[in-house]
């Protein structure tokens, strides 16, 4: 069974940097795609970024040239690192992770699609950021 852990999340000012983790058991199967997303109460899942098994990244152009997306095999752990961070990304933050089929993946990459939609998900970890 795949459980997903995620933390780091906390109060940040304006222009500062948080870097979240997720530590991640019982995945077993490759290729993957892992990825986070962000929720505010009542709103719309918004995916931020994601990478395959391969490493190939993608980000939502609301992060992009801000945010890292890494993983750490030996660890399990997959990073979030957000920079220069703004108000608008105060959100809870959730880690994802779900298999890719074979059909998603060529030459090298696999079409991860929006990590909100992957199929195991960690519980949130709320990130504030004031002005």
């Known amino acids: 069974q795949v459980e997903l852990v995620a933390s780091g999340g906390g109060s940040v000012q304006a222009g500062g940097s948080l870097r979240l983790s997720c530590v991640i058991s019982?995945?077993?199967?490759?290729?993957?795609?892992m990825g986070w997303f962000r929720q505010a109460p009542g709103n719309w899942r918004e995916g931020v970024a994601t990478?395959?098994?391969?490493?190939?990244?993608s980000f939502d152009r609301s992060v992009k040239g801000r945010a890292t997306i890494s993983q750490d095999t030996a660890k399990n752990t997959l990073y979030l690192q957000v920079d220069n961070l703004k108000p608008e990304d105060s959100d809870t933050y959730f880690c994802?992770?779900?298999?890719?089929?074979?059909?998603?993946?060529?030459?090298?990459?696999?079409?991860?699609?929006?990590?909100?939609?992957?199929?195991?998900r960690s519980r949130g970890t709320v990130v504030t950021v004031s002005s």
């Open positions: 994802a992770v779900d298999q890719a089929t074979v059909e998603d993946c060529s030459g090298g990459a696999c079409y991860c699609g929006t990590s909100s939609d992957l199929q195991f």
């Open positions: 019982g995945l077993t199967y490759r290729p993957y795609c």
């Open positions: 990478v395959d098994s391969n490493g190939i990244t």
